[in-house]
């Protein structure tokens, strides 16, 4: 007997009925999209190295410890290519708008599906593979736009029923207060440097905004005690915190200042957020999104504003479950009950009549080979039960022999399936007529 063979650690299957949650997720995030006219785009699991090296960070744990790249000899010429799994996408996201000049005619709201790799330690709610769903606008610089796709999020929490979160915002200005206030952070931590753990000394000189983030919590007081970026900031950085703010109060979006809250890369200005709950331990972000006007211009392209957000599915669903929150179940209208091999041909055909008005079906099928062994009426009832469909589709003989399905509910009490009008023979070459009553 061959080896069995396992999923890779860290990477998972998603089986009926939990991947009914992810199409659920999924359905409302897509509903919602469209509302705000923003537009599906779909990029390469597959990019070059390089375009994480510059559009994540060559200093950041992500590129230094945690992305799968490989060695591809790409063509006949023995050119080598360096390529990795996306560990976001952003990147790809901009990539494809750079290459395929997209900012042309205007600027561009997109919204992205899919799987991200990196390899760290899997936990609750963060693994190897991982899901993300992200909304971007390339090419509009102003705060109403920041502000636009906050409330996308705030209203994505409402309509999957998560009311546990809060809003943290910061700004973080643009380069030269940035420089100005970096100068004085690198002062300030190496007055303190007895205070500071491996981690933070390793960025000291290189990345010292991300000190600002750290979950050590030896490092708390010297954190609070550095000098504050937003204190640095110009008349024009202000205002445009100050307008999303104010767009922010008026549609009763509660925010929180949070002057910890960084971006260490020098892509990243003005806007930074955050959506926090405080129901999944330690990965208590749920969103997480910012500004970044010079991205476009690092991986190649013509300068253009943009701001975005990104979402892990993973720890989006464990809330919702947290939460309680129902998820409708993927159940078909009705179940076909074929007590006789010989009549399939006859049930598939009103099966697809009915599937044709968009009847959801699930036809009784045999265990073994060909058509024989269907299982007894009382087994196949059972499974028709457990199904969850409404209705029973009963293709006897009697039925059959009339051209005829006897339609039977499945739902409610004994007493209302009996009083049912719908349980009664229905013509089978009138399937459309009927189809309605199926779909409730």
Known sequence: ??????????????????????????????????????????????????????????????????????????????????????????????????????????????????????????????????????????????????????????????????????????????????????????????????????????????????????KNPAMKAVVESAPRLIDFLGTASLAHFDALKAILDANGVPWTLNHRLVRGLDYYNLTVFEFVTDQLGAQGTLCAGGRYDYLIEQIGGKPAPAVGWALGVERVLELVRETGQSVPALVPDAYAIVPDAASVPVVLQTLQALRAQGVSVQMHASAGSGTEGMGSMKSQFKKADASGARFALIFGETELASGCVAVKPLRGSKADAEAAPEQSLRKLDEAASWAAILRG
Do not use: C
Request: without cysteine.
């Open 1 to 214: 007997m061959a080896e069995k063979l396992l999923a890779v650690k860290g990477m998972n299957d998603i089986l009926p009925p939990e991947s009914a949650r992810w199409e659920w997720l999924e359905g409302k995030v897509r509903d919602l999209m469209a509302r705000y006219a923003y537009r599906n785009i779909r990029t390469p699991i597959l990019e070059h190295t390089q375009l994480f090296v510059r559009g994540i960070g060559e200093v950041t744990d992500i590129v230094e410890k945690e992305m799968y790249s490989f060695e591809d000899r790409s063509d006949k010429n023995g050119d080598h290519a360096f390529l990795t799994m996306r560990p976001e996408n952003t990147a790809s996201v901009v990539r494809a708008v750079t290459e395929h000049n997209l900012l042309y005619e205007g600027g561009k709201r997109l919204y992205y599906m899919g799987p991200m790799f990196r390899r760290e330690r899997p936990q609750r709610g963060r693994y190897r593979q991982f899901h993300q769903i992200g909304a971007e606008a390339l090419g509009f610089g102003g705060p109403e736009v920041d502000a636009e796709l906050i409330l996308l999020a705030a209203a994505l929490w409402k309509d999957i029923g998560i009311i546990d979160w809060r809003l943290e915002i910061n700004s973080l200005g643009q380069p030269d207060e940035r420089a100005l206030h970096r100068t004085q952070l690198i002062a300030h931590f190496e007055q303190h440097a007895d205070m500071l753990d491996e981690d933070a000394r390793r960025r000291l000189h290189s990345n010292p905004l991300r000190i600002l983030d750290t």
